[in-house]
């Protein structure tokens, strides 16, 4: 049997390398924890200043609050209303994985209990527990690979055995390009799924692409969701640990 021409051993030989570059990795070869990582803390940077608005609907009232936050790395996060002009002032500060509130209107400072870690932040349905564990999954969770893609995967995330957590499974929908969340659903400690986190109006800013717009969506409370909004962003500005303290906490 005659060889190949030389031209046609070129093309057969680059069209299995194709083939093979085209075949999905396997689980083992994906770094699962980085991946969640980085999608926990695309929002960051080094440091961040953010402009948002924040509109929560509940089965009996609605609210809109407009707010100014700042974040250092993944530990360091200040946030305080703008508007409306009756909340103004109130704060909520994070260092690790302590949280305080400060209510300007009785002048006071409260650390949040670790049994009220649970409870709803700044009455939406974003809980403390979100502000102090979310940038911290892979230090809690063990990961696996459901499935992917040629646009996603799918991330099991099941809680460590010593693991102090809320959830009893958490699973992320992230896009491959640009890389980030689709879609975040959380499950209570029967696996059933209780709460939906959805990601869009994905842009670009500075050096990332993020998603600017936030939808969380209780399925056990019809009809009620709150919609986080990024309308300023900025990575990488002057801050550092000093910078989160008390005293920041209860400025006006």
Known sequence: MSSLHPDLARLAASLLLAAIACI????????????????????????SRALTTMQVRTANWERTLDMEAWSLGRDYFLVRILEPAKERGVATLKRDREVWNYLPKVDRTIKVPPSMMGGSWMGSHITNDDLVKASHVEEDYTFRLLEESGEHWLIECLPKADAAVVWGKIV????KQPRVPVQVDYYDEEQQRIRELRFDDVRRVGDRTVPLK?????????G????????ELVFDIRLDQGYFNLRSLQKR
């Open 24 to 47: 999905p990795r396997p689980a083992a070869a994906l770094d699962l924890a980085a991946l969640i990582r980085e999608v926990e803390q695309q929002y960051h940077g080094t440091s």
């Open 172 to 175: 992320y929908r992230l896009r």
């Open 214 to 222: 936030l939808t969380v969506t209780p399925l056990d409370k019809p």
């Open 224 to 231: 009620e969701q709150t919609v986080l909004h990024y309308r």
